[in-house]
């Protein structure tokens, strides 16, 4: 049972593009976050978000509670921009005083020039 | 900007042997984080850590696994004996004092091969 759906698995851009990743997920969440992992394994954190919308340079996240469902955009792609991006929601939490992360299995972006 | 530092960034190891990853979390945070992904899998979460005891932890987390804080700047993961399938990448990541609804902060990763 996978908690953290995205789509698409693999996408493939050309530089300019506008690109929509998607995250559905099937538990109640705390928090989202979305994340981008470099070819060499690093993560970086993009964004933490828990309602509405956040944007940050090129990119921007929207997150709708009561679909269950995130997108992250990325406006005028560049190929530095190719990685995989990772969606990790932080499910509710009745009584512990930590929460885990589950994490989507990734949409590996390429950007061509 | 400050961020979270892993050692070593590679660890060759044999079955059976016993491994320590290290982490360094951002000074001033209080909620630190083991996870693990095993190669073309997703990243899973292993175990977090607050006020020197472990919060949580996931099924993966079994006996072979131990956390430990040992001095003021330092926060480790060791496998005691390991198996193949102990293979993956390793992150430690680490947030706030303010807790569960802060941003992690992940490290550049531990690659974990287990011959």
């Known amino acids: 049972k996978n908690e953290v759906e995205q789509s698409p698995q693999n996408l493939t851009a050309q530089e300019g593009e506008f690109i929509t990743i998607n995250c559905s997920y099937s538990v109640g969440i705390s928090a989202l976050h979305w994340l981008q992992q470099h070819p060499g394994g690093g993560i970086v954190s993009l964004f933490m978000l828990s309602s509405g919308k956040k944007k940050h340079g090129r990119l921007i996240a929207t997150i709708n509670i009561q679909e269950k469902h995130s997108s992250l955009h990325i406006t005028a792609s560049h190929p530095r921009d190719s990685a995989v991006y990772i969606c990790?929601?932080?499910?509710?939490?009745?009584?512990?005083?930590?929460?885990?992360?589950?994490f989507g299995k990734g949409t590996k972006l390429s950007v061509k020039p | 900007e400050p961020e979270v530092t892993q050692t070593p960034s590679h660890q060759v190891t044999q079955m059976g042997q016993e491994v320590i990853l290290r982490c360094v979390p951002i000074s001033n945070h209080l909620y630190f984080y083991w996870y693990r992904q095993i190669l073309g899998q997703k990243v899973e979460f292993l175990v977090s850590?607050?006020?020197?005891?472990?919060?949580?932890k996931s099924e993966i987390f079994d006996d072979q696994f131990s956390v430990e804080r040992p001095d003021g700047s330092n926060f480790t993961l060791k496998i005691r004996s390991t198996k193949l399938e102990d293979s993956a990448m390793y992150f430690c990541?680490?947030?706030?004092?303010?807790?569960?609804?802060?941003?992690?902060?992940f490290g550049p990763g531990t690659r974990l091969t287990v011959l």
């Open positions: 990790a929601v932080l499910p509710l939490n009745y009584g512990g005083s930590q929460g885990n992360l589950i």
């Open positions: 850590f607050y006020n020197n005891e472990i919060s949580e």
């Open positions: 990541a680490s947030s706030e004092p303010s807790g569960r609804l802060s941003e992690q902060f």
